[in-house]
């Protein structure tokens, strides 16, 4: 399973746009990468996924360069409701695929 | 989206007892299912991956003979801490992906907080 490395915390402001980028030097070709939100006491909640370029939709960016050993997440517009750890999985998508977390980035949005 | 729900969401028992922890996909049907646990302040960590009709798969260093896994049908996995002690409380989560979302991401549970006393 590739290993994924984060920032361990990032502050940001209300209003700004926030990047937080993965590094996942041993991903393997049929790995595809993943970006959970967690807040405390509850489940990860899934934001986006890709597996090459740039993908979007209602709530986060994803970019991948060609080599696809990292990744960044991009969350538009932060508010304070978005103060919460940030996963970057990288893992096979098939139904058995498992992957594995790694440390996590604590993004704290402040007024 | 899909949603996974977990039972109950939290337990208080005494040490020795057993602990039955549900995992269900509730508009979905699931072969695989995964338990992870998490300590506070730290990341989850993968425990073993549930199959529908068969033996679970552990992650090395946990104890299959403690943690028991059973995934009787598509929608429901359960977790059975067993003889649980102190060192067994956590925060207990199950997942499961659902093949038919496109992304085939996993979608978790809200998970369950066990304390031992």
């Known amino acids: 399973l590739a290993k994924t490395t984060q920032p361990i915390s990032m502050d940001s402001y209300e209003g700004q746009e926030v990047n937080i980028t993965c590094s996942h030097n041993n991903i393997a070709t049929n790995d595809y990468i993943t970006w959970y939100q967690q807040f405390p006491s509850q489940g990860p909640r899934f934001i986006i996924q890709?597996?090459?370029t740039k993908v979007t939709n209602e709530v986060a960016s994803l970019f991948i360069p060609a080599d696809r050993k990292s990744s960044t997440l991009s969350l538009p517009r932060v508010s304070l409701s978005d103060t919460a750890v940030y996963y970057c999985l990288v893992g096979p998508n098939t139904n058995a695929g498992k992957s594995t977390f790694g440390d996590g980035t604590t993004l704290t949005v402040k007024p | 989206g899909a949603v996974v729900s977990q039972h109950p969401s939290r337990v208080i028992c005494k040490s020795g007892t057993s602990v039955k922890i549900e995992c269900r996909s509730l508009d979905f049907q699931a072969t695989t299912m995964f338990w992870y646990r998490q300590f506070p302040k730290k990341s989850l960590m993968l425990m073993a991956t549930s199959n529908e009709g068969s033996k679970a798969t552990y992650e090395q260093g946990v104890e299959k003979d403690k943690f028991l896994i059973n995934h009787a049908s598509l929608t429901l996995s359960t977790l059975t801490v067993t003889s649980a002690h102190p060192e067994d409380s956590s925060f207990y989560i199950c997942?499961?992906?659902?093949?038919?979302?496109?992304?085939?991401?996993?979608?978790f549970g809200p998970g369950t907080r066990l304390t031992v006393l």
């Open positions: 997942s499961a992906r659902d093949g038919g979302s496109g992304y085939n991401e996993q979608f």
């Open positions: 890709g597996y090459k």
